[in-house]
């Protein structure tokens, strides 16, 4: 069973900065990427930083030999702490996919913001 | 039990053996050219300490050319058993301490015709490493097209002491005759000196015994630099192997490569696994001289961590200072068959059928 929570206006989500919301008791990084909001759980699973307060990036894609192709700008959260790069839709760890950042549903409705938790 | 021993030195008395393999201006060199050691030292530039004691067993006494062999088989391959023998020379693996690379080449050709001519035919428990001077790897490429091609050689071998970390792409064209060739890459213990980097990451060490201690520091260097480097995506069957340089240290710099790769795999987008998985699959790592702790668990528990079941293969460094003889390898019991002998066979693919037979 999911609960809707207003988290915040639509308006202090940042491209590229995202907003850091606390609701029912859980720190939540909100994204806005360009095909809408994504929230994950302001804590890494690694070692429990808090991951969305990393920074917003891309990364070089798998490639089979010295080619270095920048891919994914603004997809990936990058924890603070050790840098483990995370896909901020899905929340996979990009080196071991069975390692996820906890992720929740957003919705909007006018210009209010709900997480559902 | 089936028993490989992938360290066996074959000693000469003298390099002038190599004068009949070799001709032109390089023979000039090699006959007159000014020499590191005495009269009949191979060429090479020296490291700065020796050992104090000499680096050959004391009961190892040849006088003729032809007792190397002969004190080998009787106090080593038929006192313990030894089924293969992988050749490892000795000397000729310092080539790469040259600054010439022609002569080098030339050195490195000139002993690996002699010991398919001389060394090989001399017992069925024989394969060889063809030895290569990897400061030109297009002449080493070469080389290995031209040797390799032998069926009882087994594999490629330089020194650990280099230029630069082996996965450089310097270095490719090296393992690209390999994967042609289907022989696995090996490194050996030695090569200081001349126009290698230190072996000794704070600068030069004092002693001979401390500074043998601390020499896998440069195999740590290749371990990384060969998995960074991507050299395994390129070449996935290559086995690499490495002689000599201890093991104890491995699970600590996988530990640490591993914690790096999931922290910064941005940098080499090449690789697809961690560089543990990389090292399991393609680096094997000889046993001589193995660690010895106080408390024999304690090294055990560290071969447990490197997967040394399937990761390790036995070798005697015969007939060195500090050889290790078969029956006085600390591994744990269930795993004596794989290391002593099994890991092997799946490394040195050329070894034949009748002899994997033997082994089941
Ligand atoms: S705590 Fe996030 S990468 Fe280590």
Same mark, same amino acid.
């Given at each position: ?117 | $039990? ?51 004691? #000499? ?16 004190? $080998?088989? /009787? ?19 310092? +080539? ?64 650990? #002491? ?24 090996? $490194? ?13 990451? +704070? #600068?030069?060490?004092?002693?001979? =015994? ?41 699970? !600590? ?22 560089? !543990?998985?990389?090292?399991? !699959?393609?680096?094997?790592? !000889? ?18 961590? $490197? ?27 269930? =795993?004596?068959?794989?290391?002593? #002998? ?15 037979? +033997?082994? /089941?």
């Amino acid at each position: 069973m999911t609960t809707r929570h207003f988290a915040c206006k639509t308006a202090d989500v940042l491209r590229d900065a995202p907003k850091i919301v606390s609701v029912s008791n859980l720190s939540i990084g909100i994204f806005s990427l360009n095909d809408g909001y994504h929230a994950l759980l302001n804590i890494c699973p690694h070692k429990g930083a808090a991951l969305c307060e990393g920074p917003v990036c891309g990364t070089t894609r798998q490639t089979s030999d010295r080619e270095f192709v920048y891919d994914r700008a603004g997809e990936l959260v990058r924890c603070a702490w050790h840098g483990w790069e995370f896909d901020i839709r899905s929340g996979e760890f990009l080196v071991d996919p069975t390692v996820k950042a906890r992720r929740f549903d957003v919705s909007v409705e006018g210009d209010d913001l709900y997480l559902h938790i | $039990m089936f028993i490989v021993d992938c360290d066996c030195h074959n000693y000469w008395c003298s390099a002038t053996v190599l004068e009949p393999y070799m001709d032109g201006v390089f023979k000039d060199m090699f006959v007159r050219g000014e020499k590191t050691g005495p009269r009949g030292a191979f060429p090479h530039g020296h490291r700065p300490w020796f050992h104090p004691e #000499g680096f050959a067993r004391h009961d190892v006494n040849p006088v003729e050319e032809d007792d190397n062999y002969t004190i $080998m088989k /009787e106090k080593h391959l038929d006192k313990y058993n030894i089924d293969v023998a992988i050749l490892t020379g000795d000397e000729p693996i310092e +080539a790469s301490t040259l600054a010439n690379p022609y002569y080098a080449d030339a050195l490195c050709r000139a002993y690996n015709d002699y010991l398919i001519d001389y060394w090989l035919p001399k017992d069925d428990r024989f394969w060889g490493s063809i030895v290569v001077a990897p400061q030109d790897p297009q002449l080493a490429a070469a080389e290995i097209r031209r040797a390799g091609g032998h069926p009882r050689v087994v594999q490629v071998l330089v020194s650990h #002491g280099a230029a630069r970390p082996y996965g450089d792409p310097f270095y490719h064209p090296i393992y690209e005759a390999c994967a042609e060739m289907g022989l696995p890459f090996a $490194m050996h213990l030695g090569g200081q000196g001349g126009i290698n980097a230190a072996p000794i990451g +704070a #600068g030069p060490t004092t002693f001979f =015994w401390e500074t043998h201690a601390i020499l896998p520091q440069t195999a740590m260097t290749h371990v990384a630099s060969l998995i960074a480097q991507g050299v395994f995506e390129k070449w996935p069957a290559l086995k690499v192997v490495i002689i000599e340089c201890g093991v104890a240290w491995v699970p !600590s710099v996988l530990w640490r490569l591993d914690a790096n790769y999931k922290a910064l795999r941005k940098e080499t987008p090449w690789l697809k696994r961690l560089p !543990s998985e990389y090292f399991k !699959s393609n680096i094997r790592m !000889s046993t001589q001289p193995l660690e010895q702790p106080q408390n024999i668990q304690h090294l055990w528990a560290t071969l447990e961590a $490197m997967d040394g079941e399937n990761t390790l293969m036995f070798a005697s460094d015969y007939p060195h200072w500090d050889y290790d003889d078969v029956t006085k390898l600390h591994i744990p019991p269930a =795993w004596r068959e794989k290391v002593l #002998g099994l890991n092997a066979l799946d490394v040195y693919s050329r070894l034949p059928q009748r002899v994997r037979e +033997a082994a /089941e």
